[in-house]
């Protein structure tokens, strides 16, 4: 399978910003690599910039995943602000 490179805004709000999404993403789909490239979190309000890698099919899975844990998922456009 072919594998991938993903950049996307992670949006956490809702009382997400306080659980571990990215860790139970990694534990339900192991092969799928994160590098968090920018963050700020907030009281009421977390946002990351990550890059994922790995098989196609694993990323939009895991991405998928996220967003049923209330997470809110956006592709980076361009890519000046996120390198790589």
């Known amino acids: 399978m072919a594998t991938t490179k993903t950049k996307c805004w992670l949006t956490f709000e809702g009382g997400h910003q306080n659980e571990p999404c990215l860790w139970k993403m990694t534990v339900k789909y192991p092969d799928v690599m994160f590098d968090i490239r920018q963050a700020s979190v907030q009281k009421d309000i977390g946002i990351m910039a990550v890059l994922f890698e790995g098989e196609e099919d694993n ?19 361009g890519g000046s602000l996120v390198a790589g």
């Open 59 to 77: 990323v939009e899975s895991a991405l998928d995943y996220l967003k049923e844990l209330g997470v809110k998922v956006d592709p980076v456009e």
